[in-house]
């Protein structure tokens, strides 16, 4: 258990349908990133978080949004799903700047799109 | 943050040193090396980090030439259960805290 916690693990869904996935980083961390990783594409960077606010976006879709919450938690929403998202979604948590000791990742969710 | 370049894959003989070398000729002076591992479809993990000096930690050590332009992980007694593939990300600590970015890095197989 690496202590970040994503929920669910496994997702199914239609095209069209908009989806809600969690992720609770590890106790003391401020930042949460989130990651997308298709077979084609490798890992993607979507968007960071820091105590609150977003603190950098990637190639994250317009259809995507995020944010984290008063306790850190924080949620990946995913609306108009097409066959294409369809992929593994990871969340990772890191302490403050200044004591980078590296990401702690979740084991992802995997979501799939028919 | 720089670029890095990794072979695609490599092999290794289990019980043997599993020596993966990875490229970055445009680091900067403040930019540290960081390697993680992703074992098939599970969320990568960290493996260790550094600027300048030479580390090593429980899983790894990390090699880091003089001149910062290429750097080596070393897994010292590889088992099948190393078997991933390997990041290797350079990447500035800045008080912003800068997103990991992962390259394709290096399927490592070690063999029975």
């Known amino acids: 258990d690496s202590g970040v916690t994503q929920t669910p693990k496994h997702l199914i869904t239609a095209t069209g349908q908009r989806v809600t996935l969690r992720c609770s980083p590890r106790?003391?961390?401020?930042?949460v990133y989130w990651y997308q990783q298709s077979l084609d594409q490798g890992l993607q960077f979507l968007i960071q978080y820091y105590n609150g606010e977003e603190r950098a976006k990637g190639n994250i879709l317009e259809r995507f949004s995020a944010q984290q919450f008063p306790d850190l938690h924080s949620e990946l929403n995913l609306s108009s799903l097409e066959l294409g998202d369809s992929a593994l979604y990871f969340c990772?948590?890191?302490?403050?700047?200044?004591?980078?000791?590296?990401?702690?990742f979740g084991s992802g969710t995997r979501l799939t799109v028919v | 943050d720089a670029k890095t370049t990794q072979p695609p894959s490599m092999d290794c003989a289990e019980g043997r040193a599993a020596n993966l070398p990875c490229n970055h000729s445009t680091i900067s002076g403040n930019e540290y090396v960081y390697w993680y591992r992703q074992i098939h479809s599970q969320g990568p993990q960290y493996i260790i980090h550094?600027?300048?000096n030479n580390e090593t930690n429980e899983m790894a050590s990390l090699i880091i030439t003089e001149d910062r332009k290429s750097s080596t992980l070393i897994l010292p007694h590889a088992t099948l259960r190393d078997t991933a593939v390997y990041y290797c990300i350079v990447r500035a600590q800045t008080p912003g805290n800068t997103p990991l970015v992962f390259g394709k890095g290096t399927r490592l197989s070690v063999i029975a």
């Open positions: 550094g600027l300048k």
């Open positions: 990772a948590s890191s302490v403050t700047p200044g004591q980078d000791y590296g990401y702690t």
């Open positions: 106790s003391g961390d401020l930042s």
